[in-house]
């Protein structure tokens, strides 16, 4: 379903006034329709399934049968938390598959990972939607996605830690069970350590 921008102008319209504000001064009188069509880009990803996301970016093509990873990282998104609805930002997710017999086009591992972020989420949900698509995508059960990002739940607010970071990682198939391919992995990502690693 897509963002009703209608309800989102009318509630904005009486946030405004509930933070005490008026919402018929100047700077103030066109911000429900922007909001609205913020909301609209923004949260595209609550219009479509998992399943339905996979079915949008699955074109793949013939590819040899190998045990080397596909890794693309260094996919720059954003997110709102659902529990502040406060930006996740400086976000950087690294996705990688192996492929068994298809590859999909690169673009469409970055654009299943912007298609996720927007939504209302958790970082650790991001991880386990990608995984989830990439499955479906690519016909392949071996699939890893490592996210780091910043929270304004918790730079902007409460605890304002500003330099925290949080690193979360999925694993599916082969990336969950063989250690020497995580590590693998994992020293591919560790070539901007920061980014991923927490060394």
């Given at each position: 379903?897509?963002?009703?921008?209608?309800?989102?102008?009318?509630?904005?319209?009486?946030?405004?006034?509930a933070i005490g504000e008026d919402p018929d001064r100047e700077g103030l009188v066109e911000?429900?329709?922007?909001?609205?069509?913020?909301?609209?880009?923004?949260?595209?990803?609550?219009?479509?399934?998992?399943?339905?996301?996979?079915?949008?970016?699955?074109?793949?093509?013939?590819?040899?049968?190998?045990?080397?990873?596909?890794?693309?990282?260094?996919?720059?998104?954003?997110?709102?938390?659902?529990?502040?609805?406060?930006?996740?930002?400086?976000?950087?997710?690294?996705?990688?598959?192996?492929?068994?017999?298809?590859?999909?086009?690169?673009?469409?591992?970055?654009?299943?990972?912007?298609?996720?972020?927007?939504?209302?989420?958790?970082?650790?949900?991001?991880g386990t939607d990608i995984a989830y698509i990439m499955e479906k995508a690519t016909g392949?059960?071996?699939?890893?996605?490592?996210?780091?990002?910043?929270?304004?739940?918790?730079?902007?607010?409460?605890?304002?830690?500003?330099?925290?970071?949080?690193?979360?990682?999925?694993?599916?198939?082969?990336?969950?069970?063989?250690?020497?391919?995580?590590?693998?992995?994992?020293?591919?990502?560790?070539?901007?350590?920061?980014?991923?690693?927490?060394?």
């Amino acid at each position: 379903m897509a963002v009703d921008q209608a309800k989102v102008r009318k509630h904005i319209r009486g946030l405004i006034e509930a933070i005490g504000e008026d919402p018929d001064r100047e700077g103030l009188v066109e911000t429900p329709d922007r909001v609205a069509r913020m909301y609209a880009e923004i949260f595209e990803g609550i219009s479509y399934s998992n399943d339905e996301i996979a079915e949008m970016f699955n074109k793949s093509f013939e590819a040899p049968v190998s045990d080397d990873m596909v890794l693309v990282k260094d996919i720059e998104i954003f997110s709102y938390c659902e529990h502040h609805m406060a930006l996740m930002y400086d976000m950087n997710v690294a996705v990688a598959y192996i492929p068994r017999g298809r590859v999909i086009g690169l673009s469409k591992i970055a654009r299943i990972a912007d298609m996720v972020g927007k939504r209302l989420q958790l970082q650790e949900r991001i991880g386990t939607d990608i995984a989830y698509i990439m499955e479906k995508a690519t016909g392949s059960p071996d699939v890893a996605v490592v996210i780091s990002g910043k929270h304004s739940c918790m730079t902007a607010r409460g605890i304002r830690s500003m330099n925290s970071q949080t690193i979360t990682t999925t694993f599916r198939g082969a990336f969950r069970d063989d250690q020497e391919l995580q590590d693998r992995l994992m020293s591919r990502l560790d070539s901007r350590k920061g980014r991923y690693n927490e060394e």
